[in-house]
């Protein structure tokens, strides 16, 4: 799932919570950023298996563990929900790609619905049909009608339990667009370079 629609599930999850504990900016912040910051491992990748940014360990389970157990010590529920955020994050990327759940296996693991078992075991073939690798990743997620649908549904959603349940924070929603901007300017870039002679 693109950056944009776990921003999304952040807000929505902030959103609902707003409603019982009337969060501060700050801790509403706080738990939307933690719901997409492991995405910013992707700056990291070329230090994860094979490239992938899914492997490394912020991309596990195990950072919302330690989230999660510091805001049950300190008593502060917008930590605790913050790594709750963080988890469903990593559990939402293991239905597309899958993500390195446990870490310690080294092993991706998860639905991975957008890929082949045929493609995820000889990725390397299927990676080497297209100019630049990562067009094989957003042609996928571009042609699947699931993923498109889901990412229309959750803005809609965003919108909705935003205005219901946390209007005061209303101006935050201009992040998602940042981030929709990114994927799109990314996918029409690949999709130039990979249709250019």
Known sequence: MHINSHFAVGIIFSSILNYFFNFSLFEYFLIVLLSFICDFDVLFSQFAKNHNHRMLISHSIIPSFFIIVIGVITNWPALFFSGIAYSTHIV??????????????????????????????????????????????????????????????????????????????????????????????????????????
């Open 92 to 197: 939402i990327d293991t239905f597309d790609w899958g993500t390195n759940f446990f870490y310690f296996q080294k092993k991706q693991v998860g639905l991975k619905l957008l890929i082949s078992k045929e493609e995820f075991n000889n990725l390397p073939k299927y990676l080497a049909k297209y100019k630049k690798p990562e067009s094989f990743f957003d042609e996928k997620y571009y042609s699947s009608k699931i993923c498109l649908g889901i990412e229309v549904i959750l803005f809609v959603l965003m919108v909705i339990f935003m205005i219901i349940f946390a209007f005061q924070y209303i101006f935050l929603i201009f992040i998602y667009f940042i981030f929709l901007c990114f994927h799109l300017y990314r996918h029409f870039r690949l999709t130039r370079t990979e249709s250019s002679d």
